[in-house]
């Protein structure tokens, strides 16, 4: 089970008469399990059920509305929307529009391979004779050719069509983000063939920060508000039920 706070930092318990009285997160729906429309056409994942844990923890009320992605910080800007959860990277670049709360999740690089070939560790040595497909582009394939150069490496233009070449046996294992892949694993497409091989890899430069709660620029009471409750729920154990909930094959 990963841990995203530090255990020596608590946060203080915020003034709630600083807040809002009602909280208005955006998400988006369509980046399953974190925030999606379930089959009663209401948003549901992994972000909406973080979202009412800290209303909880706060003890206020909170609004849910669904954006397009390209609208979250829009309507914060134009003060429609008091807080983003929709898996928001953060980045320096990202922090130029709004600001962030402590991160809650962070989506590892993963390798996977068909189950008889499954490896406790995945080492530039031990895969130097194999072929790895990954997503032409992207900052995995990025990271195999700095550090897994000796690899021979297939670039595929979806992450779809990587994840069918290994099923097929067309390459030894895929790299990729381990949300994606965890949920592929878990579900029919896969047809049970693989598993995660190896541990999970989180450089910044190339896997970015992870993800925040987005706020205004220098809405500081929110902002605490936020990285007190996160806190809570890590620490009472309300994370770790939802983490379990949303994945349930580990991304780490």
């Not at 029919?188 to 693989?194: T, Y």
């Not at 995660?196 to 970015?208: C, D, I, K, Q, R």
Request: include cysteine; aromatic fraction near 12%.
């Amino acid at each position: 089970m990963p841990g995203f706070w530090d255990p020596k930092r608590r946060p203080e318990k915020p003034d709630v008469a600083r807040v809002p009285v009602q909280i208005r997160f955006v998400t988006t729906e369509d980046y399953p399990p974190f925030s999606f429309r379930g089959e009663d056409g209401r948003p549901t994942g992994f972000n909406i059920d973080i979202a009412r844990a800290i209303c909880s923890e706060l003890a206020i009320t909170c609004s849910l509305e669904v954006v397009p992605f390209e609208a979250l910080t829009e309507a914060l800007a134009a003060g429609k929307a008091d807080a983003a959860i929709a898996g928001l990277a953060i980045s320096s670049a990202s922090r130029e529009a709004v600001d962030f709360s402590d991160r809650y999740f962070r989506s590892p690089a993963r390798f996977v391979a068909r189950k008889p070939d499954v490896m406790p560790a995945v080492t530039p040595d031990l895969v130097a004779s194999k072929t790895v497909g990954v997503v032409a582009g992207t900052a995995h394939e990025a990271y195999l050719r700095d550090f897994f150069a000796e690899v021979a490496i297939r670039s595929f233009p979806t992450p779809e069509d990587a994840r069918a070449a290994l099923r097929k046996g067309e390459v030894d294992l895929v790299f990729g983000d381990g949300v994606q892949l965890a949920f592929w694993l878990n579900g029919s497409s896969s047809e049970g063939c693989c598993a995660f091989a190896g541990g999970p890899f989180t450089e910044s430069l190339y896997f970015g920060e992870g993800m925040g709660i987005a706020v205004r620029r220098g809405d500081d009471a929110l902002r605490q508000s936020l990285n007190y409750a996160l806190a809570q729920i890590w620490e009472n154990g309300a994370y770790v039920d939802l983490y379990l909930r949303w994945f349930p094959i580990g991304v780490y």
